[in-house]
């Protein structure tokens, strides 16, 4: 369907190089880098080393990596960068629950400096300062913005600062001897599956309430949940679908009349900076997402950051070291007297820290409040529009508004043409969109949910919603160029069938050789 | 070639448009013509068909004469070969079965069949799980869930499946509804047997989504943690529906599948049993009652359901009911409770509220139950 | 004149203009009542006591620059620090590649449209597969802590079995990080080294297996950076006890080391901070988990692990997540352990690290690293009273032993510091056995000169 005059679509095509897998590129002979040899004063006194390595130990054969020169090498990654659609190049509103906002770009050259990247952590602290003002810092205005009484830094990830809230959570109950009893962890279905996947590590039985018909998670569902086993509460609010739940603490004093502890998700967190905190609601341990929120870039899936807050009490039981600062010098402290351990080698992912925290300094006070107050007007004005369209729903019916995101539906649409939202999610890469559907299971039918963040403008939006649109007519119009799509991408319709069947399934090129040698010599002929 | 069987039962839906809640009996088909009911289970069919062959063309179609299937394919331009005829003037459940029988000897890919609870009962009870059946919705009760979930939807889904792009079946519940009691406005739903159906999971949940493969492994989850927390000196009354049977293959029990089995001690002290027996075994023993919902919505005690009377219920009491039902399950009923109907108020009342509802090996969902 | 309030360039429609317009779209007066769901007792009031906003770009630069000036780097001194965060050369084009925007700010598209990523995730998979000589291994994981929690974790699922043996030569983090993922639901029990070789006591190792027993993990070369060579008889004890063995590798040693799974490892993990990465103050870590393609195994995984595939074009391929029901993805807390974001552009730079290195490069590498640590320990060990406490061959990294001369390391490391020397890792915090020595590594940066340069100093500091 020819894009309509006055559309904002562009006529896109993603680069497409039919790139070879790196291995194909082998030539024998070819180098991509020099090591260098060791100094003539050395190999005097030692020999060539390798000798030394004693037989049992000895690689056999060398690794069977791919030798490929310098020039294409890069060549190779990148044209694979080309044919990925990284959230500086397109409107990254379509990934919901992933906070995809502008990563600036002045906190890459931050992070490149030699003094962020060439410091180790075994170095004598006061050759590392600057590093543990960064930190300490963080751990201060994450106090303010959540109201929690100190901050780890350690954990790398949303899932990993879960866990580290289980881990906590464990210690805490273990040390009133009642870590046997209290074996029930409660959760809500749209909270991330990690909030029950990370509990359950740490041994906890999953008691998962689902929503209301309005959406709420069910208060008195927990109130039949909770009991004398009851661990705690782990719970996203707003939940994914965006909708705040205004009995939040109500949530939390059921949990803590029960003997539980509460943790409180807020990797949804970017529409109520300075709005509503955890501890009005009377959380015990709240965690951030530092590559969501706080601007850190997201890397193809990491690396991220997750810090994790605690009231006064819980601080006792964080990881170590924390950071601490006595008179005008930083150190690391490890006098947490109950403290769980680690999570993680050293303090914590450094790189994701600074940036999260030049990232704050350039929003100060104001400019968080704004981020957020932006994030829910666009998301409130996309909410908006999509229920314009024709085949698109909103469901669930509490609250007025939404917060920062929308769970949405394409069930109408489906109904009525036959196209699912999957294949609207492969159509709208032919115009450079992403569109993700939900967390399993699939609550809300044929999902897709929105996220827009405070840092795409008006004209922007729009865009996007034309590419909604425009998706929507040609479902009605001409349905098979949807569930064909995507056809200006990087690649056709995948054949997913392997991917279940152990025997052919491939990880790795070797596996690959193995089980489908003919196919794969097939393929570049 | 693939072939696709199409069975239409001429007069379902005709009781719906006049207010009559099905058309089983000879009596209330009369009736509805008489209020000026016209069969709608020819249109249905041809909508599914057409559907079916929006994307999908390279079948044979194997169909009875007339209204029972060849008028359809014609309405369709596609040419059946017709295997059979129905009993004159009117077509009987018998013609059905005959159907039935004859698409599942040669071996159907596929059999669609336009009707309702009632024509996939006739459907079920002829060829049980021995060929994929899919229902086109035409009925005016639809409790099974063996049904699309539109004319359109079936067409889609069996377009999907004879082309290959749905590999997998799962087995879904045929309802018996009592049609006497739903004239009089009260539902009895129980659970009839299973017709194995395309498991389009995918199309709904995503390209990630599991499959009936994955469900079974929820369910032996399910069977696991339930297990082992049997005691032996507890009697267990087990009610009926797939999601059961992997606590029975656990003990190394027989299962009555559509009835109701008493277990102690690993040894199964009787099996599909009636409500009188079971209130002779429970008498003073402490027990438990385990069930899970059946059907497409979400019934887990259903009047039609005569073993589990409200005479055990309350000799069993609430606190010793354990529901089991896969996430899955639960996902389906969009927020809805789960249904207690026992038939007799009080007893139903008591029941109501918040359950533990086992969905994994450890883990639970806490569920509303209302009546 | 004042400048008044200006957006921020962060918030294009924080422009007052186009935030009324769009309010009048949405039919409300105020961004304010789009929060009307927040009961007032949930409103925070107050005003964030964080400061207000650097907006200009340079002066935030120059904060910052400010602020990190107060580090001292690596460069600018010389470094023999090791313990699981290495100064290795980073290639140009490892920075080149993972500064790409495209992947930069990636994350979690379809594989079509985010092709680039599955594949570049794919042949890191692939790389380290070689490496490693393994067919399968995972998307990377936050460290090698974490990989090794989870190896265990697999063990414990695969036999049914509680318990674990671990080397007592692992790093003492690594440790923590196990023990806080592992317990309350496996028991570690530790097993001790030799004295001599710090090599695992095979005697200690039989007395400990028994029925219970999922599996042992230990680190080779270990956290002294001494190298077990008897792996294969390990793995045999362990396979005749129907054990799984787990062993932790830095992979950059696989050049001219034998990858665990060639002595009878069924798992191997470790950490790709090695291969590409800076050191970020042990803030970039990446965990790999490795093992044979059986479907046992490949079931356990939490992560995810992509996989390679046709599409409906001939001659085209595709990419996807191989038996992804296994996931928390998928089925939440019926899922294995739990997934989410972790270290993938870590993955990418490792792959093009081991794109340009080749086998070649792969074996100088740890041909150079070999030679230049035998010489500072033929070099230290001439120092009076000094000697290397393990006999056994090292790689990378040694325990230097000062406890003869009579000087704590702490008090030897201050005085090498003011020669702009960062000098070994004091072990006594951590190994009771240990007091009085350091860790030492010595990597392809350090230089000849570095290296008699710490033994001038030495000998002047200890004299």
């Known amino acids: 369907m020819e894009i309509r005059k006055g559309s904002r679509l562009r006529n896109f095509h993603q680069a497409k190089w039919d790139e070879e897998v790196i291995f194909e590129l082998n030539t024998p002979g070819e180098r991509g880098i020099h090591i260098p040899e060791v100094e003539k004063e050395i190999s005097d006194v030692v020999g060539d080393g390798l000798s030394k390595i004693p037989v049992a130990m000895r690689r056999a054969a060398p690794p069977g990596l791919p030798e490929v020169g310098q020039m294409r090498v890069l060549k190779h990654f990148l044209r694979l960068s080309q044919q990925n659609l990284g959230a500086d190049l397109n409107i990254d509103i379509g990934q919901g629950t992933c906070t995809i906002k502008y990563n600036p770009k002045i906190n890459e050259k931050i992070a490149a400096s030699q003094k962020a990247r060439a410091i180790h952590p075994h170095q004598d602290v006061s050759t590392v300062q600057g590093a543990l003002r960064v930190m300490h810092e963080m751990d201060l205005y994450l106090r303010e913005i959540s109201g929690m009484d100190r901050f780890s830094l350690q954990p790398s990830s949303g899932s990993h600062a879960i866990l580290t809230m289980a881990s906590i959570m464990h210690k805490y109950h273990e040390s009133r001897g009642q870590a046997e009893t209290r074996d029930e962890l409660i959760t809500t279905m749209f909270s991330h599956p990690s909030d029950a996947a990370a509990a359950a590590v740490k041994g906890y039985k999953i008691i998962t309430i689902y929503p209301d018909e309005q959406g709420f998670p069910d208060l008195e569902a927990l109130k039949a949940a909770v009991s004398e086993r009851t661990a705690g509460l782990f719970i996203t609010n707003p939940e994914d679908i965006g909708i705040f739940n205004p009995k939040i603490a109500e949530f939390t004093r059921v949990v803590h009349e029960a003997g539980g502890i509460c943790g409180y998700d807020q990797a949804n967190a970017n529409g109520i900076l300075g709005i509503t905190r955890a501890r009005e609601a009377d959380f015990d341990l709240c965690f951030f997402n530092l590559h969501k929120t706080f601007a850190a870039p997201h890397g193809c899936g990491g690396p991220g950051g997750g810090a994790l807050g605690a009231t006064q009490e819980l601080a006792d039981y964080l990881p170590v070291p924390l950071v601490g600062l006595d008179g005008d010098r930083y150190f690391l402290d490890y006098d947490v007297p109950h403290t769980i351990g680690k999570v993680r080698s050293f303090w914590g992912p450094f790189p994701v820290i600074l940036k999260s925290y030049a990232w704050i300094l350039s929003m100060g006070a104001e400019g968080l409040k704004e981020a957020a107050h932006v994030a829910v007007l666009n998301n409130n004005y996309l909410l908006k529009k999509i229920r314009e369209i024709d085949g698109a729903t909103s469901p669930y019916t509490g609250g007025k508004h939404r917060i920062e995101q929308v769970r949405y539906s394409w069930e109408k649409l489906y109904e009525e043409t036959g196209v699912d939202t999957h294949d609207v999610t492969l159509r709208l890469a032919d115009f450079g969109f992403h569109l993700w559907q939900s967390h399993h299971p699939f609550v809300v039918p044929q999902p897709f949910t929105i996220e827009p963040t405070e840092s795409y403008s008006k004209e922007e939006l729009d865009e996007y919603l034309d590419g909604l649109r425009h998706v929507v007519r040609e479902a009605r119009t001409e349905p098979e160029t949807v569930k064909r799509a995507p056809h200006n991408s990087v690649v056709h319709r995948i054949d997913d069938s392997t991917l279940d069947d152990p025997g052919k399934w491939a990880v790795t090129w070797r596996a690959f050789l193995k089980k489908h040698g003919e196919a794969a010599a097939k393929i570049r002929d | 070639m693939k072939t696709l069987g199409l069975i239409v039962n001429p007069v379902a839906g005709m009781g719906g448009a006049v207010a009559l809640k099905g058309t089983d009996g000879l009596e209330i088909l009369e009736r509805a013509e008489q209020l000026g009911a016209t069969p709608k289970a020819h249109a249905r069919a041809g909508q599914a068909l057409a559907g079916l062959l929006t994307s999908y063309d390279s079948f044979e179609l194997l169909t009875f004469s007339g209204d029972m299937g060849e008028s359809s394919a014609i309405a369709c331009e596609v040419e059946p070969q017709v295997i059979g005829s129905g009993s004159t003037p009117r077509t009987t459940p018998e013609d059905t079965v005959e159907a039935a029988r004859q698409m599942a000897e040669r071996g159907v890919d596929l059999l669609l069949f336009a009707g309702g609870d009632g024509t996939a009962r006739d459907i079920c009870g002829a060829i049980g799980t021995f060929v994929t059946t899919l229902g086109i919705p035409a009925g005016v009760k639809i409790h099974s869930a063996v049904f699309a979930s539109s004319p359109a939807a079936a067409g889609r889904v069996a377009a999907s499946f004879l082309s290959g792009a749905i590999a997998r079946v799962k087995e879904a519940e045929v309802m018996d509804i009592d049609e006497e009691e739903y004239r009089r406005q009260v539902l009895s739903a129980r659970l009839f047997g299973y017709l194995k159906i395309p498991d389009a999971r995918r199309l709904l949940q995503g390209p990630k989504a599991g499959s009936a493969v994955h469900d079974r492994a929820i369910q032996a989850a399910i069977a696991q943690g339930i297990f082992e927390r049997m005691t032996d000196d507890r009697l267990y009354i087990v009610g009926p529906g797939t999601t059961l049977q992997p606590l029975m293959d656990l003990l190394g029990l027989d299962n009555s599948l559509l009835g109701v089995d008493i277990v102690r001690a690993g040894e199964q002290i009787a099996k599909d049993v009636s409500e009188r027996e079971i209130l002779e075994k429970i008498a003073d023993t402490a027990c438990t009652l385990v069930l899970t919902p059946v059907g497409g919505q979400g019934f887990v005690v259903g009047r039609g359901n005569q073993q589990i009377s409200p005479a055990v219920i309350r000799k069993v009491g609430k606190q010793n009911i354990i529901i089991a039902a896969t996430p899955e399950k639960l996902t389906t009923l969009r927020g809805r409770p789960l249904l207690i109907d026992t038939g007799d108020v009080e007893t139903d009342a008591c029941l109501c509220g918040y359950y533990r509802v086992v969905t994994g090996y450890r883990d639970s969902a806490v569920y509303r139950v209302s009546d | ?463």
């Open chain 3, 1 to 463: 004149m004042p400048r008044g309030h200006r957006v921020h360039p962060y918030i294009p429609n924080s422009v007052p203009d186009v935030k009324a317009r769009m309010l009048a779209e949405i039919g409300v007066d105020d961004i304010d009542d789009l929060y009307d769901d927040i009961p007032e007792t949930l409103r925070f009031k107050g005003k964030l006591n964080i400061p207000d906003g650097i907006t200009s770009e340079m002066e935030l630069l120059c904060h910052l620059e400010n602020v990190l000036s107060k580090n001292q780097t690596c460069g600018e001194n010389v470094s023999f620090l090791g313990g699981g965060c290495y100064l290795h050369y980073v290639p140009a084009i490892c920075e080149e590649i993972t500064g790409r925007a495209e992947f930069l700010t990636a994350y979690a598209g379809e594989p079509y449209e985010d092709h680039g990523r599955f594949q570049a995730l794919f042949e890191y998979q692939s790389l380290m597969g070689e490496l490693l000589e393994t067919e399968v291994v995972n998307v990377p994981t936050y460290d090698w802590g974490q990989a090794a929690s989870t190896s265990i974790r697999m063990a414990g699922r695969i036999t049914g079995r509680k318990t674990i043996l671990i080397a007592d030569t692992i790093s003492p983090d690594r440790l923590k990080v196990i023990r806080t993922y592992c317990e309350p639901v496996m028991e570690i029990v530790q097993v001790k080294h030799a004295s001599g070789t710090a090599g695992l006591d095979m005697d200690e190792l039989r007395s400990h297996l028994n029925d219970s027993v999922a599996g042992l993990y230990l680190e080779n070369p270990s956290y002294f950076g001494t190298v077990e060579e008897n792996g294969r008889t390990i793995a045999d004890a362990l396979n005749d006890n129907g054990s799984i063995f787990i062993v932790g590798v830095d992979p950059i040693s696989l050049g001219a080391l034998k990858p665990p799974s060639q002595y009878g490892a069924d798992i191997s993990c470790g950490d790709i901070q090695s291969l590409g990465n800076h050191m970020y103050f042990g803030g970039a870590l990446g965990g790999f988990i490795a093992t044979r393609d059986e479907e046992k195994y490949v079931m356990e995984y939490p992560s995810r692990l992509f996989g390679i595939t046709k599409t409906e074009r001939e001659g085209e391929w595709g990419f996807g997540d191989v038996a992804y029901e296994r996931t928390s993805f998928a089925v939440r807390e019926q899922g294995k352990e739990f997934v989410g974001t972790a270290a993938a552009l870590y993955g990418i730079s490792a792959a093009v690290y081991l794109s340009l290195l080749g086998p070649e490069g792969m074996r100088e590498l740890s041909q150079n690293i070999i030679q230049k640590s035998q010489y500072a320990m033929q070099r230290l060990s001439e120092l009076q009273g000094v000697t290397i406490k393990f006999d056994a061959f090292h790689f990378k990294e040694f325990v230097v032993d000062f406890s003869a001369r009579g000087r704590s390391v702490e008090e030897i490391n201050r005085a090498l510091f003011s020669d702009g020397i960062f000098g070994g890792k004091d072990l006594g915090d951590d190994f009771e056995k240990l007091n009085g020595c350091a860790l030492y590594a010595v990597t392809e940066m350090t230089t000849r000169h570095d290296i008699d340069r710490l033994v001038e100093t030495l000998s002047a500091v200890l004299s």
